[in-house]
């Protein structure tokens, strides 16, 4: 009986992480969602909920920080059960970031809004919906186990990429045109770049996703979009909170 328990008790603990990271990501996402919508709609108030917002995700990830400590300490745990803790804990340290990424595009939405609305602004909407789909797809993946699911995750990284290259160059272009238009712009590229990392992060959840399945890693080389040519000129994110600097 006293062994019974002790297996009950841990799938409960197993559980209760599990069920800690779908409300994380449910409120990555939502995270993610309103600052795109702020940044649509020029919506500085909006803009301001949102970053506020994100000190509930960071609770959260420290909240499963001392959960998978805590478990490992006590359970000792091998096999499936390490990879479900391991993998548990990877999977917050991306949403805490992802949602970093948005708190920032929320910022640069601020400052967006003090200049006059420029024409390439139409393409940062498109780089935000596709963003979002590889965050609710990949988080579909996770809670049911779906390692289809999360490669498709994994190749979409690819078009968010080009996307990205593709508004990189527009954008520059247009500042060339018109010099007026170089700070509305720098904050579209920062905003864009962001975005761009949201995909990055969704894509290293896709391959925790593969790894707790499947036990082995997702095997080839991520694809990538885009030129090489524009690395060293890309900005550089502002993450909040924790650091100062990008991945």
Not at 47 to 73: H, P
Not at 109 to 132: D, Y
Not at 169 to 194: G, Q, S
Not at 222 to 240: I, L, M, N, Q, T
């Amino acid at each position: 009986m006293a062994s019974e328990h002790i297996v009950k008790s841990y799938d409960e603990e197993l559980k209760k992480l599990s069920i800690i990271i779908s409300r994380m990501g449910g409120l990555t996402e939502a995270q993610l969602s309103t600052a795109l919508e702020a940044m649509r709609n020029r919506d500085t108030e909006l803009a301001s909920r949102t970053i506020e917002a994100d000190q509930k995700i960071d609770e959260l990830e420290q909240e499963v920080d001392s959960f998978v400590v805590r478990m490992l300490a006590l359970r000792q745990p091998m096999a499936r059960d390490l990879r479900e803790i391991v993998v548990a804990l990877k999977i917050a340290s991306d949403l805490e970031r992802i949602a970093d990424y948005a708190t920032n595009v929320a910022k640069r939405t601020l400052a967006l809004t003090q200049s006059s609305p420029v024409r390439p602004a139409h393409a940062v909407p498109r780089m935000g919906r596709l963003a979002q789909a590889m965050i609710k797809d990949v988080l579909d993946a996770f809670n049911d186990r779906d390692t289809a699911k999360a490669i498709s995750v994994w190749q979409r990284d690819e078009e968010l990429d080009e996307m990205y290259t593709s508004l990189f160059r527009e954008l520059l272009t247009y500042m060339m045109e018109d010099p007026r238009a170089i700070t509305p712009c720098t904050h579209l590229l920062f905003i864009a770049k962001n975005i761009e990392r949201v995909g990055d992060h969704a894509t290293n959840i896709a391959e925790y996703v593969h790894f707790l399945v499947e036990g082995r890693p997702l095997l080839g080389n991520r694809p990538k979009g885009g030129d090489d040519e524009y690395d060293a000129v890309e900005p550089v994110a502002e993450p909040s909170g924790k650091t100062d600097s990008a991945d």
